[in-house]
């Protein structure tokens, strides 16, 4: 059986899409099938899989399903690249915003429900821009990399962070596996982001992403890095931070009611069929 998918990134965070609007197409998305379409030799290659469903589409029955059935109209069912469950990818929903708006899906603005409650988004003719919600400030804790170790605030924007500040991002290495954390306080893994500033409120990051590795760009991880820099500068919000990632430039907003907006392009550029 052959089926669509489509490919797009976010500063070269990038996704495979799969269109499933009554989810007939794929059932429950076994991990096995995420693996092989994120694959990058034997595959399309991706950092992680956007399903693009009907929230009333996603069974009951079925792993992971989304927060709440009453917001939003479409689901992003989204998977990291080793077929895991994850609860957001800030760049991902631009992208699956995107594919919304290019398919005549939506405006320019939509609501995307997630499996970390639904997000808010907008487009202004070049940048989308999503609403993450709050971010939880959970204190302090520590992040290592072949024997060195960094302190590092622990932030949840709906999935985990660890943002470690260093003195230049090589510091931390290749990034080829998972950094050292406290499974303790992070029992299902984390996504460790490396910082360093580079003029007042603007900073550059590399992100180790749990079940994908070193990505090219993280969005919930710049939301949480942004944040982490404010606190760090005593930069009260409202403000806006550039976040510099390898794969491009973001910007994050921590507004008056203390939400964190994310800023950033988002791009479509393949469509095709496959029977991975």
Not at 205 to 230: F, N, P
Request: aromatic share 6%; charged share 20%.
């Amino acid at each position: 059986m052959t089926y669509s998918f489509l490919k797009g990134h976010g500063t070269q965070n990038d996704f495979v899409l799969l269109p499933d609007p009554d989810g007939s197409v794929h059932g429950p998305l076994a991990e096995a099938r995420v693996r092989a379409l994120c694959e990058r030799r034997a595959g399309i290659g991706a950092d992680g899989v956007l399903r693009v469903i009907r929230t009333s589409a996603y069974a009951a029955d079925w792993p992971g399903g989304p927060a709440s059935r009453l917001g939003g109209e479409w689901f992003m069912d989204y998977r990291n690249a080793d077929g895991s469950i994850a609860e957001m990818c800030g760049n991902g929903t631009r992208v699956f915003a995107a594919y919304l708006r290019s398919h005549g899906l939506c405006g320019d603005g939509v609501t995307i429900a997630t499996r970390a409650g639904d997000k808010i988004l907008r487009y202004d003719g070049a940048d989308w821009t999503v609403d993450l919600g709050p971010a939880e400030l959970l204190g302090d804790t520590e992040v290592g990399v072949d024997g060195h170790s960094w302190k590092a605030r622990h932030i949840s924007m709906g999935n985990p962070h660890a943002v470690a500040f260093v003195d230049a991002l090589a510091d931390a290495g290749p990034l080829l596996d998972q950094p050292e954390f406290d499974r303790g306080v992070y029992p299902q893994g984390v996504n460790v982001e490396f910082v360093v500033p580079i003029a007042a409120e603007h900073v550059a990051m590399r992100v180790h992403e749990r079940g994908v590795g070193e990505t090219r760009s993280c969005g919930t991880g710049a939301g949480a890095v942004g944040v982490a820099a404010m606190l760090r500068d005593g930069v009260a919000a409202p403000a806006t931070y550039t976040v510099d990632v390898p794969g491009g430039r973001l910007r994050v907003t921590w507004s008056a009611e203390q939400h964190v907006l994310l800023s950033g392009p988002a791009e479509l550029v393949a469509a095709g069929e496959t029977d991975l």
